[in-house]
């Protein structure tokens, strides 16, 4: 979840590696990234542009709605024209956008899903989307139904106090590993080792992958304590290689 820390310097990041590059780097590194950034508003369109040119051709970004749709309007119609300048710009990204995350408030009860409704049923077709839901009461049956009839996925969150689980609602899998907010006083190093969890997931996810396509997968720093390093042991796990263009990381507290 996001690319731009300057406690990766020197562990993620080579020494004197301009901010302006980290994106670059990263990309050489993983496959994919969330945006956070747009959370805070839509970005400019030379941004955008950028972000599109300095990475792979087979780099994916997924983004978050900015909060003045979710939490500020909390979908209201008055939301439609800034999501639509919202979709516009960051449709700049071409084929490197996968997935729009609608991240709810806390505050944001089940009573809202007929808003919820309107919401997406005026968004476009040549976009995907996934909510996340911060209130526990939208985890029912409706909900699920919902998602898909509108081929909307669920995020699934390993957060505190919501259910642990993987969700399926359309053909791809998005989960959000994110911890308790500030538990750590760095991001340079992983501070737990989160292996027996993570090849809990890994199981869940198998359990239910029939008819997914794709699985997108982010980890937030509050999660162990250095994101990177987690998304490698998950890759492990999972079966997949990790890259090795990084310097040498301070060494994790489990290797």
């Known amino acids: 979840m996001g ?5 990766w310097n020197s562990v993620f990041y080579p020494d004197g590696l301009q901010a302006r590059d980290y994106l670059a780097h990263y ?46 309007l909390k979908l209201s119609e008055d939301a439609f024209e800034p999501m639509n300048e919202f979709l516009n710009t960051i449709g700049l990204l071409g084929n490197k956008l996968g997935i729009v995350l609608i991240q709810l408030p806390p505050d944001m009860p089940f009573d809202y899903i007929h808003k919820l409704a ?47 689980r993987t969700y399926v609602t359309t053909d791809f899998i998005y989960i959000r590993w994110i911890g308790r907010h500030g538990q750590y006083e760095t991001k340079d190093h992983e501070i737990e080792d989160m292996t027996p969890r993570l090849e809990q997931w890994w199981a869940d996810i198998q359990s239910r992958s029939e008819g997914v396509h794709a699985v997108y997968g982010f980890f937030n720093n509050d999660y162990a304590g250095h994101s990177p390093a987690t998304c490698n042991r998950f890759k492990k796990i999972v079966g997949l290689p990790t890259t090795h263009r990084m310097p040498p990381q301070q060494p994790s507290l489990f290797d």
Do not use: M
Not at 133 to 155: D, E, I, K, M, Y
């Open 27 to 72: 990309s050489q590194i993983f496959d994919a990234v969330e945006l956070d950034s747009t959370f805070y508003g839509t970005p400019r369109p030379q941004y955008v542009e950028r972000w599109q040119a300095v990475t792979p051709d087979d780099f994916t970004f997924c983004v978050k709605t900015p909060s003045l749709i979710t939490h500020d």
């Open 118 to 164: 309107v919401f997406l049923r005026q968004l476009p077709r040549d976009f995907r989307f996934a909510i996340e839901f911060r209130h526990t009461s939208w985890h029912q049956t409706a909900t699920g139904q919902l998602l898909q009839n509108h081929a909307v996925g669920w995020a699934s969150t390993d957060y505190i106090h919501l259910p642990q």
């Open 3 to 7: 690319f731009s820390y300057k406690e």
